[in-house]
């Protein structure tokens, strides 16, 4: 059984930073692409930031520079470092699991999510 569980989410104020941890089980984690998304109310699901399995990462716009993304094969965890928060910041945060076989199915997972507070 796949899991994927975050930690770390809180309420925080404008500017602060605040990390965030997903530890996954189930799965060989050093295969599979890692990203972090966010959904704020009302708002669509995105994607925050993600590193594949070599660590290549990318990130939306809006958190360059302020947002970082690491994993650690060694403790099947993807972690998201995240400064000088935003009260637009603000949203629920899911970590996701993916990988392509080589069949082509889509192997996708998706965390329960842990809710990020920004207070302006």
């Known amino acids: 059984q796949v899991q994927l569980v975050e930690s770390g989410g809180g309420l925080v104020q404008a500017g602060d930073s605040l990390s965030l941890s997903c530890t996954a089980s189930?799965?060989?984690?050093?295969?599979?692409?890692m990203g972090w998304y966010r959904q704020a109310p009302g708002k669509q699901r995105e994607l925050v930031a993600a590193?594949?399995?070599?660590?290549?990462?990318n990130y939306a716009d809006s958190v360059k520079g302020r947002f970082t993304i690491s994993r650690d094969n060694a403790k099947n965890t993807v972690s998201l470092q995240m400064n000088s928060l935003k009260a637009e910041d603000t949203a629920v945060y899911y970590c996701n699991a993916r990988r392509v076989r080589s069949d082509g199915y889509d192997l996708n997972y998706w965390g329960k999510g842990t809710l990020v507070t920004v207070s302006s």
């Open positions: 590193i594949t399995s070599s660590g290549s990462t």
């Open positions: 189930g799965i060989i984690f050093s295969i599979y692409a």
